[in-house]
């Protein structure tokens, strides 16, 4: 058996086919208002940068964002 996937769905319908019709800053991350393609039911999400320990890179912090990471939020 397959895992279930996960991410966002429409509440509506089901389908997993959003469009971003606005996007705004707030503190520690984003927040987008989303509209599913099929039926139009809108939604908001609130998106926020989750700090990894795992998987770090010789001489950097533990918890430190790179550039990367920070220029997907913008």
Same mark, same amino acid.
Do not use: N, W, Y
């Given at each position: 058996m397959s895992p279930k996937p996960t991410g966002l769905h429409?509440? =509506? #319908?089901g389908k997993r086919a959003f469009r971003t019709l606005d996007s705004r800053p707030v503190? =520690? =991350?984003?927040?987008?208002?989303?509209? #599913?393609?099929? #039926? =139009?039911f809108r939604v908001t999400t609130q998106e926020s940068i989750v700090r990894s320990e795992q998987a770090q890179r010789p001489g950097r912090k533990a918890g430190q964002e790179t550039a990367d990471s920070m220029r997907a939020l913008r």
């Amino acid at each position: 058996m397959s895992p279930k996937p996960t991410g966002l769905h429409c509440p =509506g #319908c089901g389908k997993r086919a959003f469009r971003t019709l606005d996007s705004r800053p707030v503190h =520690g =991350g984003q927040r987008r208002r989303r509209e #599913c393609v099929s #039926c =139009g039911f809108r939604v908001t999400t609130q998106e926020s940068i989750v700090r990894s320990e795992q998987a770090q890179r010789p001489g950097r912090k533990a918890g430190q964002e790179t550039a990367d990471s920070m220029r997907a939020l913008r």
